[in-house]
């Protein structure tokens, strides 16, 4: 297998891979059968997850969602799956006052520790929407690379703190513009620094 797969190569049951286990199969009697119903789950989930990806592909034409929808794929990192959950979980954006509370509502804010005076600012909430944050996070991962205000904050931000840290306050601005896009009607413009 070394010779034939890499390791990255065998995290995604491509065809060529499912192919190749399958000619294993015959050579042992014992695992064959093993490799037949593996190589059958994956076939399987994956003719699952096509037709969920052509249903929220309609949902995404329908009248209620097409137009949102049209305006968050604007924004980069933004694709089909993340703009349809964004859609359907948050509802009307402007429901949401202040971006602090649809920070809250997803979950992007720290957890505040006190007494006295002191205050110490912790790791993210467990609380909110937790794929919508992990969706915004990995979308910020993309943004930085395609917006070059994002990434100049980006760079701005990793001179005072980690990188994982530096992507939650990038996945909070982006938040911002996604609900600007939505709110206001207007696609997203790349390099307006906010």
């Not at 059968?33 to 990806?53: C, F, M, Q, S, T």
């Not at 097409?66 to 604007?74: G, M, P, R």
């Not at 006190?114 to 979308?139: F, H, P, Q, T, Y």
């Not at 911002?176 to 207007?186: A, D, E, F, G």
Request: charged fraction near 25%; include cysteine; glycine fraction near 6%.
């Amino acid at each position: 297998m070394a010779e034939r797969f890499t390791t990255a190569q065998t995290r995604y049951w491509s065809r060529p891979y499912t192919d190749w286990l399958l000619s294993l199969s015959g050579a042992d009697p014992m695992v064959g059968p093993h490799i037949d119903n593996y190589v059958r789950i994956v076939n399987n989930l994956r003719k699952e997850l096509l037709g969920i990806n052509r249903q929220v592909r309609e949902l995404s034409r329908t009248s209620r969602y097409k137009d949102s929808y049209n305006l968050l794929v604007t924004v980069p990192g933004i694709g089909l799956m993340s703009a349809m959950a964004f859609l359907t979980q948050l509802g009307d954006f402007t429901r949401f006052k202040r971006l602090d509370e649809l920070c809250n509502y997803v979950g992007l804010v720290p957890r505040m520790y006190g007494s006295g005076d002191k205050m110490v600012v912790g790791k993210l909430i467990n609380r909110g929407r937790k794929e919508l944050k992990i969706m915004l996070i990995e979308a910020s991962w993309v943004a930085i690379r395609q917006d070059p205000a994002l990434m100049a904050k980006f760079n701005e931000l990793i001179k005072k703190m980690p990188k994982n840290k530096a992507i939650i306050r990038i996945a909070r601005k982006l938040l911002n513009r996604i609900r600007y896009v939505i709110v206001h009607r207007k696609e997203y413009v790349t390099g307006v620094v906010s």
